[in-house]
């Protein structure tokens, strides 16, 4: 019986291969929004910690270049970041009022992540 409750409890953990999206902070100020405006504030805080590892990432890659590749990751990080407001502005037109900017912020959140994720894998 404590083999089958051990390997029950082994099949709800996440694959190591799995990355874990959201933070256990935006978790719990998501289960206790009570409001679209507090999810809202959930994400921008969530979009923080993302930027955060982005920027630590982008950090690592440049000082592993050569200066003139390093102007040419700074360079694409800035047309990244244009691509990303874009992409995720847009998302905020698709419907009207508070859901269009929860759907921009997650968006942008992952997103940055993302970007985040393959800095730290090439670099």
């Known amino acids: 019986m404590r083999t089958l409750?051990?390997?029950?409890?082994?099949?709800?953990?996440?694959a190591a291969s799995e990355e874990i999206r959201y933070?256990?902070?935006?978790?719990?100020c998501a289960r206790e929004a009570t409001r679209e405006s507090d999810l809202i504030g959930c994400l921008e805080i969530?979009?923080?910690?993302?930027?955060?590892?982005?920027l630590y990432a982008l950090e690592q890659a440049l000082a592993r270049?050569?200066?003139?590749?390093?102007?040419e990751l700074e360079a694409l990080h800035r047309q990244?970041?244009?691509y990303r407001d874009?992409?995720?502005?847009?998302?905020?037109?698709?419907?009207?009022?508070t859901g269009g900017i929860?759907?921009?912020l997650k968006c942008k959140v992952e997103e940055t992540l993302d970007r985040a994720l393959e800095l730290e894998e090439i670099y």
Not at 86 to 97: D, I, N, Q, T, Y
């Open 5 to 14: 409750c051990l390997c029950l409890a082994l099949l709800t953990l996440p």
């Open 23 to 28: 933070s256990g902070g935006y978790d719990l």
């Open 46 to 54: 969530e979009l923080d910690r993302k930027t955060e590892r982005l």
């Open 65 to 71: 270049l050569t200066p003139p590749r390093q102007a």
């Open 80 to 82: 990244w970041i244009d």
């Open 86 to 97: 874009a992409k995720c502005e847009f998302l905020a037109h698709r419907v009207s009022g």
């Open 102 to 104: 929860t759907d921009s």
